[in-house]
């Protein structure tokens, strides 16, 4: 699954997210958020390549349990699941590099 450009229309619960097989990046944000819409193109950039690696793009804000969950507090916020464990987090990611070095805790990345 490559890059997903629009924010699920529902969001996964906990318990579908830790039964996750893979590599997976979890993103927290909103698509009104200048720091998500600003990181938009590194993050489509570094997963460009990636198809072994699912894109699950989840809207935050109060009351949503996923992301209390994972103790998101900024946007965006990135969690590297590998079979459903965090093996890495960035937060308001600002280079390829970073994403690159995350994405290298992945299995298939």
């Not at 969690?79 to 290298?104: I, M, N």
Request: proline letters at 8%.
């Amino acid at each position: 699954m490559p890059y997903a450009a629009q924010h699920l229309a529902q969001s996964p619960t906990r318990d579908e997210i830790d039964r996750l097989p893979g590599a997976t990046v979890l993103e927290f944000g909103t698509p009104w958020c200048g720091h998500c819409q600003r990181a938009q193109p590194l993050i489509e950039t570094a997963l460009k390549d990636r198809a072994g690696v699912a894109h699950i793009k989840v809207e935050d804000g109060p009351g949503q349990r996923l992301g209390r969950s994972f103790g998101v507090k900024l946007w965006p916020t990135l969690v590297f699941l590998k079979d459903g464990q965090e093996v890495a987090r960035l937060v308001r990611p600002q280079g390829r590099g970073e994403l690159e070095q995350a994405l290298e805790q992945l299995p298939g990345a």
